[in-house]
């Protein structure tokens, strides 16, 4: 079983993806929705509620975790690989996210100016600049916080006026350091992708950061024969939540782009 955690309904994007590439795994979403966005939030309580999540996917018997949502990718993941998974009793399953995938794909396709989207809590962390330049230190990389992005496309506005303002908005001080590619790094913006590549313009190119993750993800697994999962691949599919059902499978539905059923669960809730 792999288990895709996001703080919330984004993540579905990214599900959707994975899912369709690969239709035979058994997946599980875990959508954090009672505590989403992660984006505004402080390093320690993106770490804490990442790692309640994972030992809850863990517990359900995942044998892999995809984090889906930048904010924990970046923020997060690599304490939860490095410090956290190796003393825990989960010893040798893995847990990978969306920040490397994304990377590598930087590195191969930018030319010389990289632009990234992303919430506050990714930006803050470095982690895009950091991992860009381990790879390839000649490349500039520009970021821009963009919240209100997140809420407009959750709350369905993607198509509205206020939308593109807002992306025209976000996209401007990167078209005027000349970009050469851009990286929508938050789980919404597949919903958006059409129109930032249009307000783009033809001399950036918008990474499809959802497909890249799929793709990674198909040839991750076919170089780890070990992580052969213990369950015959079924096609299986849960969806969990910690809110509101009724809200998490009215909004999911916008990244899904289909109906699902979903269940409520509860992680450990400790506000830090
Ligand atoms: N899932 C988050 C991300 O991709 C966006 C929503 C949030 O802030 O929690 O960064």
């Not at 863990?58 to 003393?87: K, M, V």
């Not at 590549?197 to 890249?212: D, E, R, T, Y």
């Amino acid at each position: 079983m792999i288990g895709v955690f996001d703080s919330g309904f984004g993540g579905l994007s990214v599900f959707d993806k994975i899912s369709k590439q690969s239709p035979d795994l058994n997946l599980i979403y875990l959508g954090d929705s009672e505590r989403t966005p992660y984006g505004p939030r402080s390093k320690e309580t993106i770490y804490e509620w990442s790692k309640q999540a994972i030992d809850f996917l863990f517990e359900r018997g995942c044998q892999l975790i995809i984090i889906a949502c930048h904010t924990a990718s970046n923020s997060a993941l690599r304490q939860l690989q490095q410090d956290y998974l190796p003393n825990s009793k989960y010893k040798g399953r893995k847990i990978l996210g969306v920040t490397i995938p994304i990377v590598e794909e930087v590195v191969l396709q930018a030319k010389k100016r990289v632009g990234v989207l992303a919430t506050r809590g990714s930006i803050k962390s470095n982690r895009f600049i950091e991992e860009i330049k381990s790879r390839n230190s000649k490349l500039e990389i520009f970021q821009v916080a963009s919240p209100m992005l997140v809420s407009l496309i959750e709350e369905g506005y993607s198509d509205s006026v206020a939308c593109k303002q807002f992306i025209k908005h976000y996209l401007k001080p990167l078209k005027n350091k000349q970009i050469d590619l851009l990286v929508p790094g938050c789980t919404h913006f597949p919903l958006i992708f059409d129109q930032l590549q249009k307000k783009s313009g033809k001399n950036i190119k918008v990474l499809n950061a959802s497909q890249i993750v799929a793709d990674k993800l198909k040839d991750y697994l076919s170089r780890h024969p070990e992580l052969e999962f213990n369950n015959k691949l079924t096609g299986y599919r849960e969806y969990l939540t910690t809110g509101d059902v009724d809200l998490f499978q009215e909004i999911g539905h916008r990244f899904l782009k289909t109906s699902f059923a979903a269940k409520k669960v509860v992680l450990k809730f400790k506000l830090i």
